[in-house]
């Protein structure tokens, strides 16, 4: 891992020198052990703030749409974060040549709550390492090895796609594929409308899963617009309702399944599952997978003569 | 004032003694949820310990969404109403007692005395308020360095200390004590007090920062570099603000339908780029670097000018909860502890 940061930070290093890009996004030490951050570095010194470790979980594509509308950004970026950036490109939002990706294998990043809700104290924690498959957690205390069953993210747990599709530079090794694990897509039924009724009941309307989201670029989201007045912007379970349901429409063959909204969410709605589901369905009627870079147009933007047409499909 | 213990097996006994005298307000544990305030049904089991992430009081005293008129012109005849909140005797159970000193800085908005929210002022007046001290302090909490923490102790009715197998109860008002001496409770012990001192102290020193005692009113600085450096990375959705126990922008909308219409407050925060944005165009935080400087300064500098209390109470939710690793206490350190040690230096 120590020698993947090095790696990491001699590409951006080089890539700022010979003035290929003026900034490279990628992750900087978090305000405590078990966070990282997202940095901006502009100068070669600086790249020694870039690092690389189990708490790099930011997908970093959600500032593309900002940083690289006028020149050439640098971006470290896992496999996830680079099928974001090929539905930015594919949806032309960033142009290719104004994006350097040093791209990263990766076998997944933790999920910090899981690890507080095991015996981990969070305030003795100084470092955090992958050892193998599970993940070394130093503390004051010693050194604690956590399962990564238990410390991985719920998406990296059945993740398929370790290494970089597109990059311009690749650092470290791919990882090999998790076993086939699948997650389970919940049929339409009446406990289906009770479980999401009681996930949109908590929702508060911080738009932290929109705004965390690559592919929520939007320049003013459907909700937030007064003429016409698609949603209310009262936090009932309703109103919540529209809002998510709408923008799961609206990421339909463009969600990667990156996790973000889900890891935001400050009241645990797994907004993540409703987008996978219609990503499922993209993939059983049109053969479209999010994020491929060999998809020539996003999904709803290309018609066939064979496409099977939604309002004559029967299950 | 003599202070008591409740044995947890006797939680029972001690929430039928208040129910008979109170609506108990108590954070209840919700699946993959942090804890919310409500209004406790008989068949709730409220989460008393305070140690695991809950909602703030504020949703309760502030709901989220409030009807404040609703107006009905069917038959063309017009009626108007408002839907107050019943005044009814309340006690407030296991806020955090950075979230209960955190009702203060609400309680100047809106009970100030030129305008008394009457909505707020419903729920608040007559509220009993008892703040819970956990067994182990949350890794995020840094009360002690935004104030002194001891002043806070008049801002509450009473304190429950978890010392394990009971609750301390500590009575800091006249109505906490009369509710104390007449509640089905034990009487504490010379080690129980012990106990409570030493969890007191951990209270007091957890998660101190080097700013810690500084005069952060006098330091921020509206030009400071750090501004920028925040707004770079702040994706700009309202989290910090909505599960901040102490921040209370709202906004006020109209819904017709058919022939009714009706006003609701919902929650608004300084980091939404329509905040700010008037009817003609104009918004004077067109960017996110003001919005990132008026958080902080509305907390640390222009609250404590106009009402002499500090807007944060270190909570620790933000500094847990924003998405991209935003953590206050890093930016109050950079912005006013390194420049009086840089001036110190020259």
């Known amino acids: 891992m120590a020698e993947i940061q090095d790696k990491i930070r001699e590409e951006a290093k080089k890539a700022l020198e010979s003035g290929e890009v003026g900034v490279v996004i990628g992750w900087g030490a978090g305000s405590v052990p078990f966070k990282t951050t997202p940095v901006f570095i502009d100068k070669p010194q600086d790249a020694d703030k870039l690092v690389w470790n189990p708490a790099c979980t930011n997908n970093l594509a959600v500032y593309l749409t900002r940083w690289a509308r006028d020149g050439k950004v640098g971006i470290v970026a896992k496999p996830c974060d680079i099928r974001s950036i090929v539905t930015l490109i594919r949806e032309k939002q960033v142009k290719r040549e104004n994006v350097f990706i040093i791209g990263l294998g990766c076998g997944g990043v933790v999920d910090t709550g899981l690890m507080e809700a095991g015996d981990v104290r969070m305030r003795e924690i100084t470092s955090l390492q992958w050892d193998g498959d599970d993940l070394m957690v130093t503390t004051e205390a010693g050194a604690v090895k956590v399962p990564a069953a238990q410390a991985l993210r719920e998406q990296c747990k059945v993740c398929h796609d370790r290494s970089p599709a597109i990059s311009d530079v690749s650092v470290g090794d791919a990882v090999a594929p998790s076993e086939d694990l699948k997650i389970e897509i919940p049929g339409l039924s009446e406990d289906r409308q009770k479980y999401w009724q009681e996930q949109f009941a908590k929702c508060i309307r911080c738009y932290a899963c929109r705004q965390v989201c690559p592919a929520c670029y939007c320049e003013t989201c459907f909700c937030d617009r007064i003429e016409p007045k698609w949603t209310a912007k009262k936090a009932t379970t309703d109103e919540a309702w529209m809002f998510h349901a709408t923008r799961a429409m609206h990421l339909v063959g463009r969600c990667i399944g990156c996790g973000e909204c889900e890891r935001v969410c400050p009241v645990g709605i797994p907004a993540v599952e409703l987008a996978r589901e219609l990503n499922a369905v993209a993939k059983e009627r049109y053969d479209f997978e999010p994020g491929d870079p060999e998809a020539e147009k996003p999904l709803l933007g290309a018609y066939k003569e064979n496409d099977v047409d939604p309002a004559h499909h029967s299950e | ?346």
């Open chain 2, 1 to 346: 004032m003599k202070d008591r213990v409740l044995l947890k097996d006797k939680t029972g006994d001690f929430l039928g003694f208040l129910a008979e005298r109170f609506e108990i307000v108590a954070p209840v544990e919700r699946a993959d949820a942090p804890a919310e305030f409500k209004e406790l049904a008989e068949s709730d089991v409220p989460a008393l310990d305070g140690s695991k992430p809950m909602m703030t009081p504020k949703d309760y005293l502030l709901p989220r969404h409030e009807v404040l008129v609703k107006i009905d012109m069917a038959g063309g005849e017009t009626k108007v109403e408002t839907p107050l909140p019943e005044e009814k005797p309340r006690v407030m159970l296991c806020a955090w007692l950075a979230d209960a000193q955190a009702i203060q800085v609400l309680d100047r908005v809106f009970l100030d005395r030129k305008f008394v929210d009457p909505y707020y002022s419903c729920r608040r007046e007559n509220l009993v308020l008892f703040a819970v001290i956990p067994a182990e302090m949350r890794w995020s909490w840094f009360s002690g360095s935004v104030d002194d923490v001891e002043t806070w102790k008049s801002s509450v009715d009473g304190l429950m200390y978890d010392l394990g197998d009971r609750f301390y109860i500590e009575s800091t008002s006249e109505k906490g004590a009369e509710l104390i001496a007449s509640a089905p409770l034990s009487e504490a012990s010379e080690t129980d007090t012990a106990a409570k001192n030493k969890l007191w102290d951990a209270f007091k020193n957890t998660g101190l920062q080097p700013f810690a005692g500084k005069a952060l009113y006098e330091n921020l600085a509206w030009d400071d570099p750090i501004w920028e450096e925040m707004a770079q990375k702040c994706i700009a959705c309202g989290m910090c603000s909505f599960m901040c126990p102490s921040c209370s922008c709202f906004d006020i909308q109209d819904e017709t339908c058919g022939h009714c219409v009706e006003r609701y407050r919902c929650r608004d925060t300084c980091q939404f780029e329509d905040f700010t944005l008037m009817g003609h165009g104009h918004n004077p935080r067109a960017t996110q670097l003001p919005r990132s400087r008026q958080r902080l300064l509305h907390k640390f500098k222009y609250q404590h000018e106009q009402f002499g209390v500090v807007g944060c109470t270190g909570c620790g939710r933000c500094v847990e909860l924003c998405p991209v690793n935003i953590d206050i206490r890093e930016a109050l350190n950079r912005t006013c502890v390194e420049p009086m040690e840089q001036k110190a230096e020259a």
